[in-house]
């Protein structure tokens, strides 16, 4: 019998030992017993002892013939369970898709075909000319047959189920006929902009590294042409027959990203976000793993994609805070990507306005090659940006009477305006106005967000909602007044000051739904629009060529937070902000509504830019020896009682005192209330991040081993970018 090595999606940071008949390969799916349950799991190799091995269990169940992870992923998969210190089947089932995680088969499920029926065949398309959607999806198929994914992207469920009800067309099932390298049978590379001196040497340098892990920072000013950049320099590696790989933060940046890709090489693109159905997700996930796609572009979890023929990876926004997961495994995407990129011997370039300070810092040590980009593209000029001190100026809708004016002058030339407020819903807080209570969410501790759209008041932090009530619980009032703005009551406000003009508010709560956000992108970019109310989804990598002022309604709340990223991420927010303006012919302003006109973070952005910022931003962090200058995991928890959390960390920091490493708390979470738990944290931190892990390592045993550890909800976060 020969001993197996199977990963198994429990909590437990350790794999666990079966035996089989002969050797298994790593990355096979199998069945096995635990417990009283039958779980799936992924072998990671073999055991050439184990204690008690006559009481070993077999494997049940082998699923696949060959390895459904492998090579660079499996290696990328290894470090990432020892890295972030988490469990090895939770690591490799997270690599899965969902289906594959439920035990299916690894293959591709049988397509459906339409095509005309024989009455179809010999009608004149002409006679449904009443139905003119119908007659252009008759006369599409009598040209050929199209598989239903790609006849869906022209014409709705409904005109193909009446073109099938009337007996003219008729569908069939197919087995895919999987062609790798597809993209180069019908390669074509469509007319491209020259690239500038800046972009042309940028391209230059990428291709020269083709074929081995060269990590390159490009730090283009919005508008620069990055995306250009991507493209050009992924078009000699596409025509090698090799794979790219695209990271994009947001969702809403995968459509106009796509429909770019696809348009310059006039292939597929792969796509995976978490709007897609396992099906589909399982489709693509196949597509890269056979090498039958060569561009797969998609958010944080894209970065598990196999790729059979690996040639580049690239993160766009790489700055971005969605890119690390904040539950559960908390990788972060940029920094597995680097990983992968290693193993798999390809160039990966992070790109940006903003970099983060970790990527600034290894470009500015020349671990990374770093590029620059400083000019606009096509000749648009740069955003101006100021601040406006509204001290004691009124106030409507949170809008100062000089921003007002601003904003009339470019709706007047019948430019576009963006007002960014990050706070969704109608306002932050309810208040009764006799006697002062605020309506608070009892499991948070917080106060509820007013929507007043829906008549509800809802918790931001643990999604509790409840109705809007008539009185105040505590006086029996009915003077209840909102306190703060929020996008509903700023759209709301607008629509009175400026009746004249049209607008639209973009945050979660307004594009939720299928395409919701692609439709209104696009109904801005018609000019359908004049003014964008709208939260961060609008920050991230947008083009909107009209937009000429944006407006920071309050920019002094990160001026003054405990978290030391605050003011990185404040500035990139800002940056990020003022390069949606000013993107075409037409030069573009921004304008930061502030209390504190003189802070000298506000005053640098302003003058100097956020590169002179990032730069002395990291000699302020070398000084206090915070990260990227050293490296930090907290370990967290959190219990319905609190002094249970607390004396669990307390007994955690007692262990970790055993390894020497430098421990700060135990002590409360940013936000210290959720969904009706005390939440708290214990920070590791050191200047050498092999001592941070090994000690990490060594104890963790013994914490898990605390009898408190089974009564609170305990977890391990490396490389924290939140401490909320």
């Not at 992870?69 to 490799?92: F, K």
């Not at 696809?262 to 890269?288: M, P, Y």
């Not at 739904?513 to 003014?531: F, H, M, P, V």
Request: charged share 20%.
């Amino acid at each position: 019998m020969t001993l197996i090595d199977v990963a198994v999606p429990v909590p437990l940071r350790q794999t666990f030992t079966y035996t089989h008949t002969g050797p298994l390969e790593a990355g096979v799916r199998v069945t096995v017993p635990f417990g009283n349950r039958a779980l799936v799991g992924i072998v990671v190799g073999k055991v050439d002892a184990a204690e008690y091995s006559d009481k070993l269990k077999p494997v049940s169940t082998i699923l696949d013939s060959t390895p459904v992870i492998s090579g660079g992923l499996m290696a990328a998969c290894r470090w990432l369970w020892q890295y972030y210190h988490h469990s090895p089947g939770e690591v490799l089932h997270t690599a899965l898709p969902v289906r594959l995680r439920k035990g299916e088969a690894a293959t591709f499920a049988p397509e459906i075909w339409y095509t005309p029926t024989t009455s179809g065949a010999q009608t004149n398309p002409a006679t449904l000319s009443r139905a003119p959607k119908q007659m252009a999806c008759l006369e599409t198929l009598q040209a050929e047959s199209m598989n239903e994914s790609m006849l869906k992207e022209s014409y709705s469920a409904a005109i193909i189920k009446s073109l099938t009800d009337k007996g003219l067309i008729k569908s069939y099932e197919d087995e895919p006929q999987p062609s790798e390298r597809s993209w180069l049978a019908h390669w074509e590379v469509s007319a491209k902009p020259v690239p500038d001196p800046q972009q042309a040497v940028a391209i230059a340098a990428i291709n020269q590294q083709a074929g081995k892990f060269a990590p390159f920072l490009l730090e283009g000013v919005t508008g620069s042409g990055k995306t250009e950049v991507y493209l050009q320099a992924i078009e000699p590696v596409l025509q090698a027959g090799k794979q790219v790989l695209i990271l994009v933060p947001e969702i809403g940046l995968t459509p106009q990203t796509v429909a770019r890709f696809a348009k310059r090489f006039n292939c597929e693109v792969g796509v995976l976000h978490s709007q897609i159905t396992d099906k589909a997700r399982l489709n693509v996930w196949l597509k890269a793993r056979t090498g039958q796609t060569g561009i797969i572009i998609g958010t944080r979890s894209a970065i598990f994609t196999p790729l059979k023929y690996p040639g580049m990876i690239i993160v766009d926004e790489e700055h971005d805070e969605s890119f690390k997961q904040q539950d559960g495994l908390r990788y972060h995407a940029r920094d597995l990507a680097t990983m992968r990129a290693r193993l798999e011997q390809v160039p990966l370039v992070l790109g940006t306005a903003t970099p983060s300070l970790e990527t600034l810092n290894n470009a500015l040590t020349k671990r990374y090659q770093h590029l620059q980009l400083t000019q606009r593209a096509a000749g648009a000029t740069a955003t101006r940006q100021h601040v406006l001190d509204v001290k004691d100026q009124p106030m409507r809708f949170g809008l100062a009477e000089g921003t007002l004016t601003l904003m009339r002058q470019h709706i007047d030339q019948g430019n576009q305006i963006l007002v960014f407020v990050n706070r969704r819903g109608y306002a932050p807080a309810l208040i009764c106005h006799h006697c002062g209570h605020t309506e608070t969410c009892h499991s948070c501790e917080r106060p509820f967000t007013v929507h007043k759209a829906h008549r509800r008041l809802q918790c931001h932090h643990c999604a509790a909602t409840r109705p809007m009530p008539f009185s105040c619980e505590q006086c029996g009032s009915k003077e209840l007044v909102t306190a703060g703005v929020g996008t509903e009551q700023l759209e709301q406000g607008l629509s009175q000051l400026f009746p004249d003009a049209a607008q639209v508010r973009i945050d979660s709560d307004s594009v939720r739904g299928k395409d919701k956000l692609q439709s209104t992108l696009d109904a801005i970019n018609q000019r359908q629009y004049q003014i964008l109310v709208g939260t961060q989804i609008l920050s991230k990598g947008h083009h909107f060529p009209h937009v000429t002022l944006v407006v920071v309604l309050d920019s002094d709340g990160a001026l003054f937070s405990a978290d030391f990223r605050a003011a990185e991420k404040l500035a990139q927010l800002v940056t990020q902000l003022a390069g949606r303006a000013g993107r075409a012919s037409k030069p573009g302003e921004m304008w930061l509504q502030t209390h504190n006109p003189d802070h000298p973070l506000l005053q640098d952005l302003i003058h100097n830019g956020y590169g002179h910022f990032a730069r002395h931003a990291l000699l302020e962090r070398q000084m206090a020896q915070l990260p990227p200058f050293a490296a930090q995991i907290v370990v967290r928890a959190e219990a319905f009682d609190g002094q249970q959390a607390f004396d669990f960390l307390m007994q955690s920091g007692g262990i970790l005192q055993a390894h020497q490493v430098n421990l700060v708390g135990p002590l409360p979470s940013l936000i210290e209330k959720r969904q009706g738990r005390f939440r708290f944290m214990l920070l590791l931190q050191s200047a050498q991040r092999k001592q941070i892990h090994e000690a990490l390592r060594l104890a963790l045993p013994g914490i898990s081993a605390l009898p408190l550890a089974a009564k609170v909800r305990w977890s391990v976060d490396v490389d924290p970018t939140d401490f909320s």
